[in-house]
Each structure stands twice: as C-alpha cells, then as structure tokens.
C-alpha cells in the first residue's frame, strides 16, 4: 500500500494563480483532513471530509475550497492564492469501523508551497 | 474549541539524556491525548496515545503522563539517540471523533 500520497511535492505561485493540491489514499478511509504547517503555530486544519461526498470547514478555511469526489481524493482549491497560503499542506486520513470512529491520522509527505 | 499549548518549542539533550515535553489543553471534555513524530521532510507520524481512564503508558524508551485534573500531560523519552531528533506534536480530541487539536511542537535534536 501506498498510504497517503500528495500531488505535486513542491509548487511556487505567484499572486492570483490558482491551483488544486490532490491527495490520494488507498487505505479505504473515511475521514480526510487538510492541514497546513507553518513555523510556530504547529499542524492547522483548513477542512476535512466525512465521507465521499461530503466536506466541512476547519480552523482556518478562509481562501481554500475542498473537493471529495470519490472516497479516495481529497483536494484542496487556492483560487486566488495569497502570499500568507505559503505554508507546508499536509494531507491526512482515518478510518471507521462498526460506526466508531479511530483517532489515528495518517499523513502524506506534504506539499511545499510558496506565494509570491 | 480546544486549544492545545506545547513547550518547550525547541528542546536539545546529549544523546543518552531523557528529553521531556509537555502540552496543556482546554477543553475539560477531551479524553484522548496522542504524540506524533515528524521526521525531517515527512509527515507526521504516530508515535504513542493515551486515554483518559489511564495515568501513564510506555512503550519501550517512551512513555505518556497524563495529568486530568491539571489537564496537562507529557512526553518521556529516555535514552535519547540520534533517530529520536525530530519534530514531536502533542495533540488531544475525543475518542470516537474524528477531529484533533494540535499543539505547535517541539524540536528535539540530540547531540552526539
């Protein structure tokens, strides 16, 4: 298995492009979560996703939009990006079984993006 | 919200030394506390959790405390050695939710 995977690894924008993160998993999970990391401030979540379908707003939602189309992609949409959406994005999913949830997140390697 | 406060924010020991971090949370309710390790250029990863009904859990040269009424609980690692320099996260959430809250970490380096 390959766990989680994002797409691309690293991107450098400049203000006012656009662009769509993709996370992949292929544990079969439920829940799928965007963070972004940024020095001092620790793992944030911009959304996250219940189910196929289905998306909701996190801590920090403002400027980002989420797709989940089918159960195993997750993305994240910068339509305008800013310079302060410089940040690492990490992607992650959990997993529910007999209508219990499972705290245990599981992360892809990241997403490296830089606004200018 | 939760809100999750970690200190030290950067943490260095000589190798062989234990290395202690500890994270406070708000939120009376949260009864699930996990540690996640980020080596340089991944993401997180689990390391070691701990539940509310439980003081203390080891694993190996780790282990967690867990402090309800101060609501604070900690990172113990003893026998420090190289692999064990990296990013740690406390965080804390309900069990059976699917959320967690994240403290802004620690960087630990051990010196040889």
């Known amino acids: 298995n390959a766990g989680v995977t994002q797409t691309p690894k690293f991107r450098v924008l400049k203000t006012g492009q656009s662009m769509t993160l993709l996370c992949a998993q292929d544990?079969?999970?439920?829940?799928m979560y965007w963070y972004r990391q940024d020095p001092g401030m620790g793992l944030r979540l911009i959304h996250y996703s219940v189910g196929e379908g289905t998306t909701a707003k996190g801590e920090v939602p403002d400027g980002y939009n989420v797709s989940r189309l089918k159960k195993q992609n997750f993305l994240l949409g910068l339509e305008s990006a800013a310079p302060s959406q410089t940040s690492v994005y990490f992607c992650?999913?959990?997993?529910?079984?007999?209508?219990?949830?499972?705290?245990?997140?599981?992360f892809g390697p990241g997403t490296r993006l830089t606004v200018l | 919200g939760e809100n999750v406060e970690q200190h030290p924010s950067t943490l260095s020991v000589q190798e062989g030394d234990s290395a202690v971090i500890k994270c406070t949370y708000s939120d009376s309710a949260s009864n699930y506390f996990p540690w996640y390790k980020q080596e340089l250029g991944k993401g997180p990863q689990l390391i070691i959790d701990i539940r509310s009904n439980v003081g203390e859990k080891k694993d190996q040269r780790i282990a967690v405390t867990l402090n309800k009424t101060a609501k604070h609980f900690s990172l113990h690692i003893t026998e420090t050695q190289p692999e064990d320099s990296a990013v740690y996260f406390c965080a804390a959430g309900l069990i059976n939710d699917y959320k967690l809250s994240f403290g802004a970490g620690t960087t630990v380096t051990v010196r040889a």
């Open positions: 544990m079969n999970h439920e829940y």
């Open positions: 992650a999913s959990s997993y529910q079984v007999a209508g219990a949830s499972y705290n245990e997140q599981f």
